[in-house]
């Protein structure tokens, strides 16, 4: 018989075998559910030990429906769909992967920067149209200025990933950074607003608090440069859709690339979708094979530690 139950909220990979194999080997079942809401987590998952949680939305609702939860673990570096304080208040501990995929989100972020950059997308759709010579000038990427928002472990391998293309300066904004931890990588800490004005490229990395959702707004974006690349690889709370969508269409800046988005999957409506200024994918940044297995690993090496009466190795919240 089976000492724990654990449970995937909502089952978005295409197997879960790393997880069923490491967690049994503490007597831990591995059920996969799919929870959209908060009742469909409190419906399905209230006789759990432990949760693996992936975008379904861990509100203080479902956390009450929690009966004998002593853990919830995170796939991912964020956790902004956790009620971390009903977490606390239940003696639920909280876990994320907070460093398992810098590599490759920081490469996604350079995809989408020379995608924006050399108008990649939009010159393959209309070449399969039967089109050449196609007339849309683009720039030279050596010389310019290069603003990181946010500078965590995915930010800083992007900008040691940049140091051979010879950018005239990097700038970051980062409040809870020191000077030191950006001079050590070639960059220069400054104020939000001197990024926003200076940069060429903006590359946004923060984290979604109640200071940062929107924070790139109609103000910010009137700040920019007119030929000021944006690209969102961190949360799409962070944008304003609306400000974003206005400032493309009227080409106050040249280009976004975005992976993440305010609603997921994108809404077939959505204004981003008639605009030819702007490259998409589908919040795939993480997803390559080494990060994928590494998730699944330290996701539910987690959930052991807490149910074997030890801390998890990453944790959110420590009760």
């Given at each position: ?137 683009s720039f030279r990427l050596s010389g310019k200025v290069l603003g990181v ?171």
């Amino acid at each position: 018989m089976n000492q724990y139950r654990i449970y995937v909220t909502d089952g978005r990979h295409a197997s879960y075998d790393i997880e069923r194999e490491m967690l049994s080997a503490i007597g831990g079942e591995l059920k996969i559910c799919h929870c959209e809401t908060d009742a469909d987590i409190a419906a399905q998952c209230a006789d759990a030990d432990g949760i693996l949680l992936d975008m379904a939305p861990m509100t203080a609702r479902a956390v009450a429906a929690l009966k004998k939860c002593k853990v919830i673990s995170r796939y991912g570096v964020g956790y902004d769909n956790v009620d971390v304080a009903a977490c606390i208040e239940q003696g639920i501990q909280v876990a994320n992967v907070p460093d398992y995929c810098a590599e490759d989100v920081s490469d996604h972020a350079l995809a989408l920067l020379f995608a924006c950059l050399r108008d990649v997308p939009r010159r393959d759709r209309l070449i399969r149209q039967g089109q050449w010579n196609i007339q849309r000038m683009s720039f030279r990427l050596s010389g310019k200025v290069l603003g990181v928002l946010g500078f965590g472990r995915i930010a800083k391998a992007l900008v040691r990933k940049c140091a051979g293309f010879h950018f005239s300066k990097i700038l970051v904004y980062d409040p809870y950074v020191s000077e030191r931890d950006c001079i050590e990588l070639g960059a220069r800490k400054v104020a939000l607003d001197d990024v926003l004005r200076e940069s060429d490229i903006i590359s946004l990395h923060m984290p979604v608090t109640a200071e940062t959702v929107h924070m790139i707004d109609g103000r910010a974006l009137a700040l920019m440069k007119p030929t000021t690349i944006f690209i969102n690889t961190s949360r799409g709370r962070l944008v304003d859709d609306a400000s974003l969508v206005k400032a493309l269409e009227r080409h106050q800046i040249l280009c976004a690339g975005l992976d993440t988005h305010n609603l997921e999957p994108l809404p077939l409506d959505s204004p981003y979708l008639c605009l030819d200024n702007v490259v998409l994918t589908d919040h795939t940044a993480y997803n390559t094979e080494e990060a994928v297995e590494e998730l699944k690993r330290k996701c539910a090496q987690n959930v052991i530690n807490v149910l074997t009466g030890l801390s998890p190795a990453y944790p959110v919240s420590v009760i």
